[in-house]
């Protein structure tokens, strides 16, 4: 049984041979459909110079579907500390917080949403990659500003993106709610909250630990179907691997035939483990199973699959099977 609440992270993939046009026309119908399903919040993550994920901005997407939806908690998850000013972070969400009251979220993140160098430095103005001192530096910058200088009210809640100690560590120090990227790092996962937890200190924006945990699912009628749906994503995961950032996002048809390594299969499935693939009592009984181990207070669910409907028919299968209560 899950008893916390369900949320979504959409990473706008873009369909092989699709216009950017056509992937945004499925986020604002993504973004009305989760808000009729139940869903208690939608992140949209920033990305750039991808074939795969569409780039764009988070703030973009948050203030579209905000005025296009009515209840659903909308926000950056995450929007990347780095490639932004600090100042510029809390005038944008600050006044996105005051237009849509209670409804809006500033996810932080770290990485440059970049695999091709060149990309990340334009995006820094040729800066290299940010140390950690420079991290919590802007981190800090940011709540400060959405405090001493926004002159807006209410305010939205921030959030720490994470997928290491480091940045549990960053959070507990800063007294942040945290949300733990479990699809792209398992591996880390435990240790990581445990370190958050042990070192949390209560500040104006979390008065205790607060976990988010982010979930790769897929779910269908049947387990051949979700691994079918599943496959594309195993493609472009195998090319990442190999450090090819250029991968398109194929066919659930192309992906069947493509030639996977031994290692890369093992890997796969490895990875696959972690997660949740399958039919709704299988997907429902792997996040149940998470939220045990890890004590998460509530899931996201990120579901990178070829066409919007079946996408949409996933988090609609979940939904059938869970009680979900309310983000907070």
């Known amino acids: 049984m899950i008893t916390v609440p369900l949320s979504a992270l959409e990473?706008?993939?873009?369909?092989?041979?699709?216009?950017?046009?056509?992937?945004?026309?499925?986020?604002?119908?993504?973004?009305?459909?989760?808000?009729d399903l139940g869903y208690g919040r939608l992140w949209y993550a920033e990305h750039h110079h991808s074939p795969a994920i569409g780039a764009?901005?988070?703030?973009?997407?948050?203030a579209h579907a905000a005025a296009l939806t009515s209840s659903i908690r909308l926000g950056s998850g995450g929007v990347l500390a780095p490639n932004h000013a600090p100042i510029m972070l809390a005038e944008q969400f600050g006044t996105?917080?005051?237009?849509?009251?209670?409804?809006?979220?500033?996810?932080?993140?770290?990485g440059p949403g970049t695999f091709d160098d060149s990309t990340a430095r334009a995006l820094r103005r040729g800066a290299g990659p940010t140390t950690d001192a420079?991290?919590?530096?802007?981190?800090?910058?940011?709540?400060?500003?959405?405090?001493?200088?926004?002159?807006?009210?209410?305010?939205?809640?921030?959030?720490?993106?994470?997928?290491?100690?480091?940045?549990?560590?960053?959070?507990?120090?800063?007294?942040?709610?945290i949300a733990f990227a479990h699809h792209i790092r398992p591996d880390n996962t435990l240790a990581a909250l445990s370190h958050y937890r042990e070192r949390f200190s209560p500040s104006r924006w979390c008065e205790r630990p607060r976990v988010l945990l982010c979930v790769e699912t897929v779910c269908a009628e049947t387990e051949e179907e979700a691994a079918?749906?599943?496959?594309?994503?195993?493609?472009?995961?195998?090319?990442?691997?190999?450090?090819?950032?250029?991968i398109t996002f194929p066919t659930p048809e192309e992906a069947t035939t493509h030639p996977f390594t031994a290692e890369e299969a093992r890997t796969?499935?490895?990875?696959?483990?972690?997660?949740?693939?399958?039919?709704?009592?299988?997907?429902?009984?792997?996040?149940?199973?998470?939220?045990?181990?890890?004590?998460?207070?509530e899931l996201m669910l990120v579901t990178p699959v070829y066409v919007l409907a079946d996408r949409l028919r996933s988090y609609e299968l979940v939904k059938q099977r869970v009680m979900m209560p309310t983000a907070p």
């Open 11 to 35: 990473v706008a993939m873009v369909q092989t041979g699709a216009r950017a046009e056509d992937t945004l026309r499925d986020t604002t119908e993504f973004a009305r459909r989760l808000e």
């Open 56 to 62: 764009f901005p988070p703030v973009v997407l948050t």
């Open 96 to 110: 996105l917080a005051a237009l849509h009251a209670g409804r809006i979220d500033l996810g932080i993140g770290r």
């Open 134 to 177: 420079e991290y919590r530096d802007d981190v800090s910058s940011i709540l400060r500003f959405l405090v001493d200088e926004i002159a807006l009210d209410p305010l939205p809640e921030p959030w720490l993106l994470s997928s290491s100690t480091a940045g549990a560590a960053l959070a507990a120090e800063l007294g942040l709610p």
């Open 228 to 246: 079918r749906l599943a496959g594309p994503m195993d493609v472009v995961k195998a090319a990442l691997l190999k450090g090819q950032g250029d």
């Open 268 to 297: 796969l499935a490895g990875f696959r483990a972690h997660q949740a693939l399958g039919s709704p009592e299988t997907v429902v009984k792997q996040l149940a199973t998470l939220v045990d181990v890890t004590g998460a207070d």
